[in-house]
C-alpha cells in the first residue's frame, strides 16, 4: 500500500510540474527564444483584419505559435478589457490593441495590468519610430509599456475644384491667418464653409494647434496650459474662424463624413487616416480632394501634428508571455506586415523603414495625382513630442465645453478657458 501511494505522490508531482509550464489551455508556451502554445488578440474593424493577415507570415517564423485573433467594437473591447483588469486578469486575451490617447489612463489605473516590454528587450526598437509616437507608448519612467503601430500625421484635405473656383493657391496659405483669408474667398465662390467643427463635443482642430506649439493639456512638467499664451491664441483663431461663419456645426464622425461627401465645406483638417475614408465615401469625388500641411501661428512657425494611433500591450496575466512577445516585437517591426495594413486598411504605419515603400512615394490618382502619403511621412520625425496623460480625455471634455461657451454663448476666450483650467485642476488633485 505504501509503495502504491508512493507512485501515486509521484505521478501527482509529474503531473504538477507539466502544468506549471503550460498555458491555461494545456499546451506548452516555450521560452522567450522557442514560443509555442496558442495566444489570443483583441482588436478591432480594419485593425484586427490587418493583424489576421499577418498571422501567416508570422507563424512562418514561429511555427509553434497559434494566433486568434478577435475582433470587437472598440467600445466593447475596451469594456471587457476595464472589467477584466478589474478582476485581475479574468478573461482578458494575451495582447491587446488600444488607441495610444487612453493608455495613460489605463496604466494609472492598474499600474500592474501590463508587462513592461522594456524589460523584454523592446528597447531596442526605439530609433524605428518617430520620438513623439516613442513618447505616446512609454510610462513616466521611460519604459515601453505598449508597442507602436499607427499614427496619424496631420494636414488639411482639401477640395481641389472649390480652391479653383476662388482663385486660392493652397501653397499661399502658410498661418491661420492666410487660412482665414482664403475662407472668406471660398465662401464667397462657392459658399462652402471652410472646416466641419462638431463644436459642443470635438476639440480636436484645438488639440492639432497646440501640438504644433509643444504643447497638450499639459507642458511637459504637467502643468496645466489652458492659460497659457498658446492656448488662448489657438482658441481666439477658432473663434475668428466662427465669428467669419467658416465653421460647419458638425454633428459627430457622421457629421464630417457628410460635409466631405455633400461638397459643404471646403477643407477637413485632420490625421492621413481619413484620406481612406474620402476614398471610400466619396469615389465620384476623385480628383477633386488633395493636401496641404497644417497652417502655422507664423510665418516660418511649426505645421505638423498627430491626430489618433494606436499600439499593442500585453496584459500581465497572459499566460503565454513569451509568444504574445513575440507576436508583438514581429507585427510591430516587420516591415510587409506594416504596409500589408498600409496598401489594404489606410492604416499608416509608425514604422519609419516602411516610408521609402513605393506605396508612399508613388503619386496618387484620387488625390489630385500628388503623393500625398510621402508628404505626410516627410514630416513624421517633425511633429512635436508632447505630454499625454491619465487626464487626457477630461482635459478634453472640458475644453470642448469652452469652446461650445466661446461660440454659441459669447463668453470671453480668456474667461472660458480659465474656467476650464478651474475645473480641471480639481479633476487632477
Known amino acids: 500500500m505504501r509503495k502504491f501511494m508512493s507512485m501515486i505522490l509521484a505521478l501527482f508531482l509529474l503531473l504538477l510540474a507539466a502544468c ?20 489570443t488578440i483583441w482588436g478591432w474593424d480594419v485593425a484586427a483584419a490587418t493583424m489576421k493577415a499577418s498571422v501567416e507570415k508570422f507563424q512562418k517564423k514561429y511555427p509553434d505559435v497559434k494566433v486568434k485573433v478577435e475582433d470587437f467594437n472598440s467600445s466593447d473591447l475596451y469594456d471587457k478589457l476595464t472589467v477584466g483588469l478589474a478582476a485581475r486578469g479574468s478573461g482578458l486575451p494575451d495582447v491587446v490593441l488600444m488607441e495610444d490617447e ?53 494636414g488639411v484635405f482639401y477640395r481641389v475644384d472649390y480652391f479653383k473656383k476662388a482663385n486660392v493657391d493652397p501653397n499661399s496659405i502658410k498661418t491661420w491667418d492666410d487660412y482665414i483669408a482664403a475662407g472668406k474667398k471660398i465662401k464667397a465662390a462657392t459658399g462652402a464653409k471652410m472646416l466641419p467643427i462638431d463644436i459642443p463635443n470635438y476639440d480636436g482642430v484645438f488639440q492639432m494647434m497646440m501640438q504644433e506649439q509643444g504643447l497638450s493639456y499639459f507642458d511637459k512638467d504637467g502643468k496645466i496650459t489652458l492659460q497659457s499664451k498658446e492656448a488662448i491664441r489657438a482658441m481666439d483663431v477658432i473663434k475668428k474662424l466662427h465669428d467669419e461663419d467658416l465653421i460647419l456645426n458638425n454633428k459627430g464622425w457622421d457629421g464630417i463624413v457628410t460635409a466631405t ?58 499566460k503565454n508571455q513569451s509568444a504574445a512577445y513575440a507576436f508583438v516585437d514581429f507585427f510591430t517591426t516587420d516591415k510587409d506586415s506594416q504596409l500589408l495594413g498600409f496598401e489594404k486598411y489606410g492604416l499608416f504605419p509608425s514604422l519609419k523603414e516602411t516610408y521609402s515603400a513605393p506605396q508612399f512615394t508613388k503619386n496618387n490618382q484620387y488625390f489630385n495625382n500628388q503623393p500625398i502619403f510621402k508628404r505626410f511621412a516627410d514630416i513624421v520625425d517633425q511633429v512635436p513630442k508632447i505630454n499625454e496623460n491619465e487626464y487626457l480625455s477630461k482635459a478634453s471634455a472640458l475644453t470642448s465645453n469652452a469652446q461650445a461657451a466661446i461660440l454659441l ?3 470671453s476666450v480668456e474667461s472660458a478657458l480659465k474656467d476650464a483650467e478651474n475645473q480641471l485642476k480639481n479633476e487632477v488633485k
Not at 506549471?20 to 495566444?39: Q, V
Not at 524605428?128 to 507602436?148: E, H, L, M, T
Not at 475614408?277 to 493636401?291: C, E, F, N, R, T
Open 409 to 411: 454663448e459669447n463668453k
Open 261 to 318: 461627401v455633400n461638397g459643404s465645406v471646403a477643407t477637413v483638417p485632420y490625421g492621413v487616416w481619413y484620406a481612406g475614408s474620402i476614398m471610400d465615401q466619396a469615389p465620384k469625388l476623385k480628383g477633386k480632394w488633395d493636401v496641404f500641411y497644417l497652417p502655422s501661428f507664423e510665418n516660418g512657425g511649426n505645421r505638423y501634428a498627430n491626430v489618433g494611433g494606436s499600439s499593442l500591450l500585453i496584459p500581465a496575466t497572459s
Open 102 to 154: 487612453r493608455i495613460p489612463g489605463y496604466v494609472h489605473q492598474f499600474p500592474q495590468g501590463f508587462l513592461n516590454l522594456s524589460k523584454l528587450g523592446y528597447e531596442k526598437h526605439k530609433d524605428s519610430f518617430n520620438q513623439a509616437k516613442v513618447a505616446s507608448v512609454q510610462d513616466k519612467d521611460g519604459n515601453f509599456i505598449a508597442a507602436p503601430w499607427d499614427i496619424g500625421p496631420a
Open 20 to 39: 506549471s509550464n503550460s498555458a491555461s489551455n494545456g499546451e506548452k508556451t516555450g521560452d522567450a527564444k522557442h514560443p509555442s502554445g496558442t495566444i
